[in-house]
């Protein structure tokens, strides 16, 4: 009677977490497809910092008593050469294939991280999930960033390709690029800077997961004080879509400071031989680095600790309300599709 007892739990379970997997793997891809489209521009800023050898800033260029010129030379000048040049469907440019990537990434780490927290606290209950040791949180973020990596990096890879390609563009299409990374680089060149990105995704991740679930319970027990200082006492434990927000936005900011110079040796990967015009400064030559830390101790002697933050001031505006975008969509829209499911 017992085994029969579990047998009945496990076949009422199995569709339960059908469908919790479903709802997080849902929610996930919107709130990633959501948060893209709205960055974009700054994301293509922030990858043309990052794949110009030269130096992004004037001041850099005084610094090192350099002559050369840089295409682009700040934010405020690369916004206005990018839409002087390639108009305003140029801050979308890769947002096609961004999208490709991005959606299926945050689904498979929003359901694979739902499920480790799940396995760690022993319920599938979002509350519970919140009551984790910051160290699980961590642990799982990172888990399941590195699996989502590898599952979406070929689309990550064709994005930067196109979205610092500048004008004339080298490839006119996702389709073109393709075709032609596979037939000079073969399969293994889709995966170009796979390893730097593992290395970056795993701590990346895992902050930003493992700090937002931290920033959201140190709010939650801010709440509870405020609370337990005035005539109103409340029981409820969500947070407001503000307090959300400034969660995601401490997250992704933290994560991103952290975690830059190997976003940086990531794209010089990607772009390696890409043929640019020469306005947009010296190229990223076939095998120019031997691997990931070749390339970081190359950077750092020829364009200094700059060069290993290149890019750092948009990727920082672009990484914060990213973050809080993401987190906020995912945990509206996880909860509309868990009420209409009910």
Not at 124 to 145: N, R, V
Not at 168 to 185: E, L
Not at 257 to 283: M, N, S, T, W
Request: aromatic content about 10%.
């Amino acid at each position: 009677m017992r085994m029969e007892g579990k047998g009945e739990e496990a076949a009422t379970e199995a569709p339960g977490q059908l469908k919790r997997a479903l709802i997080d793997a849902t929610a996930g891809a919107i709130a990633g497809g959501i948060s893209r489209t709205v960055t974009s521009p700054l994301d293509v800023i922030k990858i043309r910092f990052q794949v110009q050898l030269e130096p992004t800033y004037s001041w850099d260029l005084v610094r090192r008593n350099m002559t050369a010129t840089s295409k682009y030379t700040g934010m405020l000048q690369a916004t206005k050469d990018i839409f002087r040049e390639e108009g305003l469907p140029g801050f979308w440019r890769g947002n096609v294939p961004a999208l490709l990537m991005v959606m299926p990434y945050t689904a498979i780490q929003f359901a694979v991280l739902h499920k480790l927290k799940t396995f760690a606290a022993g319920s599938s209950k979002t509350e519970d999930h919140i009551q984790l040791s910051p160290y699980l949180s961590y642990i799982s973020g990172g888990l399941a960033g590195c699996t989502a990596t590898v599952g979406s990096y070929p689309f990550d890879l064709l994005r930067t390709i196109l979205a610092s390609q500048g004008e004339p563009k080298v490839y006119p299409t996702m389709r073109s690029a393709f075709v032609d990374i596979t037939r000079t680089r073969g399969f293994r060149g889709l995966y170009a800077g796979l390893s730097p990105t593992l290395v970056e995704i795993v701590p990346y991740a895992g902050l930003q997961f493992g700090t937002y679930d931290t920033f959201k319970r140190w709010t939650m027990g801010w709440n509870h004080h405020r609370s337990s200082t005035t005539s109103f006492i409340s029981t409820d434990d969500s947070l407001s879509s503000f307090q959300l927000f400034v969660c995601g936005l401490a997250a992704g900011t933290c994560a991103k400071l952290v975690c830059h110079p190997l976003d940086v040796v990531k794209k010089r990967f990607q772009i390696e031989g890409l043929q640019r015009h020469p306005r947009y400064g010296a190229r990223v030559e076939h095998h120019a680095y031997k691997n990931m830390f070749d390339a970081l101790s190359r950077i750092l002697q020829m364009e200094g600790w700059a060069g290993l933050y290149k890019g750092i001031v948009p990727s920082t505006v672009k990484a914060a309300p990213a973050g809080a975008v993401t987190f906020l969509a995912y945990e509206f829209t996880s909860d509309w599709l868990e009420s209409i499911s009910t």
